[in-house]
């Protein structure tokens, strides 16, 4: 028979664990239904307050995320504001203005890429998104991220080649891996000075299959790499980067049992090697 005072203990730390306050353990090593029920209680607390403290983690990092994008957003916020608020200037000169229009023009291009990028990391994050699982040949789909960025490396003249075997295929998200390459080929042209080249190669090995994208680049220093992932990360290279593209390459992989690693030396360029796990 359990007695009333024993009842009134386990009731106050089962209110003492609703109101999420430290418990301490409460199991005996004693036989009996009560015992039992002591025991289970104390688990149940234990898996409340990992699910809090998991609770509170994500709490955090969304509440760094937001700041995050509210500072992304802030920089180019203020240019456009102030940019229309000199082509209210009485008396400005033709020139002028349609300089100021395209100034407009770049940040409201900026803004709409920015804003886009985010919404596909927000839809990686919450799982929304559901990555596809097709066979496709790796040549095809290194040209295809590359296609879009053609026009910018013509203009810094630089030599794209894709030294990739015909036979080679890899299963993926067809999009959303051209997504990931698009921006690890965007990073390459960044940072490869006008005449510079850029190589994808790709090939097999019995742990996975391979894209490489090396570039003749000035190479990442030290201290970046191992932030280079990290979303909104800046380096000391960045070039006006809004540190995104990255982040959201490696998240596609991590989503197709991928990973990106990166081999670089400053003055020497880089090599961003994406992996396809079998």
């Known amino acids: 028979m359990v007695s009333g005072k024993k009842i009134k203990e386990l009731s106050a730390y089962v209110r003492k664990m609703a109101n999420g306050e430290e418990v301490y353990d409460i199991r005996d090593n004693k036989e009996g239904a009560f015992s039992i029920l002591k025991s289970d209680i104390y688990k149940l607390a234990q898996r409340l307050l990992e699910q809090a403290a998991v609770l509170n983690e994500e709490k955090a990092a969304l509440k760094d995320i937001l700041y995050d994008i509210s500072?992304?957003?802030?920089?180019?916020?203020?240019?456009?504001?102030?940019?229309?608020?000199?082509?209210?200037?009485?008396?400005?000169?033709?020139?002028?203005?349609?300089?100021?229009?395209?100034?407009?023009?770049?940040?409201?291009?900026?803004?709409?890429?920015?804003?886009?990028?985010?919404?596909?990391?927000?839809?990686?994050?919450?799982?929304?998104?559901?990555l596809k699982g097709e066979t496709v040949n790796i040549r095809d789909i290194v040209n295809f991220a590359a296609s879009a960025l053609m026009p910018v490396i013509k203009a810094k003249n630089q030599l794209f080649t894709a030294d990739i075997d015909d036979y080679l295929t890899v299963v993926c998200d067809t999009n959303w891996t051209a997504e990931a390459l698009s921006n690890i080929l965007k990073n390459a042209c960044e940072h490869t000075p006008e005449g510079g080249t850029i190589t994808a190669c790709a090939g097999e090995s019995p742990l996975c299959v391979w894209i490489s994208i090396t570039d003749s680049g000035e190479g990442i220093d030290k201290a970046d790499i191992p932030h280079l992932f990290k979303r909104f990360y800046k380096g000391k290279s960045a070039k006006g980067s809004a540190g995104i593209g990255l982040a959201m390459s490696l998240s596609v992989m991590q989503k197709q049992n991928g990973d990106i690693e990166v081999k670089t030396e400053k003055g020497n360029g880089s090599v961003f090697t994406l992996k396809f796990y079998k």
Do not use: Y
Request: charged share 25%; aromatic share 4%; net charge negative.
């Open 71 to 130: 500072h992304q957003l802030k920089t180019p916020l203020t240019s456009l504001t102030v940019m229309a608020d000199l082509l209210e200037t009485d008396g400005l000169p033709p020139e002028k203005r349609s300089e100021f229009l395209a100034n407009l023009q770049t940040g409201l291009s900026r803004m709409d890429w920015l804003v886009k990028s985010l919404l596909k990391i927000a839809r990686l994050d919450s799982g929304e998104e559901t």
